[in-house]
């Protein structure tokens, strides 16, 4: 099925055609929110999510991008959306489950594998997945996107809405405070 029928037959509601979104996406938008909220059950909420959102709002697409590219748009959306919902909850009334007595961290990151890591060790994921968190939030979709998702820094841009060169300068501003967490962790 290419693209164009796909999106005739979703605009027709055609169950055919959801499944075969669903099962053709599912794992590029799970791995994408994965990157991002770095929660398997929250990737799989997100995931979700998008294709219900995709299912209710098919008929608003313009097809001005490939629907790939609005499916990853909705899934950063998503995920981010997610993430501040989080923050806010956090500031609260959460910081008690989040801070022992010696106000110390206590959630890690829990141990995953996320298929876009080729790491050797757990643990060297599980420190570029901290690192990763902690960077801006624009840094954060792009890197992403472009290292662990492999799109092309085109295709970023066209799911970030912004310029080719805006990419490049978040990839470099984005290795750069990587090496530099990283770095720090090693020392």
């Not at 996406?25 to 994408?32: A, C, I």
């Not at 643990?123 to 840094?139: T, V």
């Not at 066209?158 to 310029?163: A, L």
Request: glycine share 4%.
């Amino acid at each position: 099925m290419n693209e164009q029928e796909l999106i005739l037959g979703l605009r027709r509601g055609d169950e055919s055609a959801f499944r075969y979104l669903v099962d053709t996406y599912r794992d590029r938008v799970f791995n994408t929110a994965l990157g991002i909220v770095q929660n398997a059950e929250d990737a799989e909420d997100v995931a979700q999510e998008v294709f219900i959102q995709v299912y209710r709002s098919i008929s608003s697409f313009k097809g001005e991008s490939k629907l790939s590219t609005w499916l990853y748009r909705i899934a950063t959306t998503r995920s981010l959306d997610l993430l501040r919902s989080k923050k806010s909850k956090k500031r609260f009334g959460f910081l008690q489950r989040l801070f022992g007595d010696g106000n110390e961290p206590v959630m890690e990151i829990p141990d995953f594998n996320h298929p876009g890591v080729a790491l050797d060790r757990k643990e060297n994921a599980a420190k570029l997945f901290k690192a990763i968190s902690r960077l801006p939030e624009n840094q954060k979709i792009a890197f992403t996107l472009h290292k662990l998702e492999d799109l092309s820094y085109q295709e970023v841009s066209e799911i970030m809405k912004t310029s080719l060169p805006a990419v490049e300068s978040l990839m470099h501003r984005a290795k750069q405070n990587l090496r530099k967490m990283l770095e720090k962790e090693i020392d």
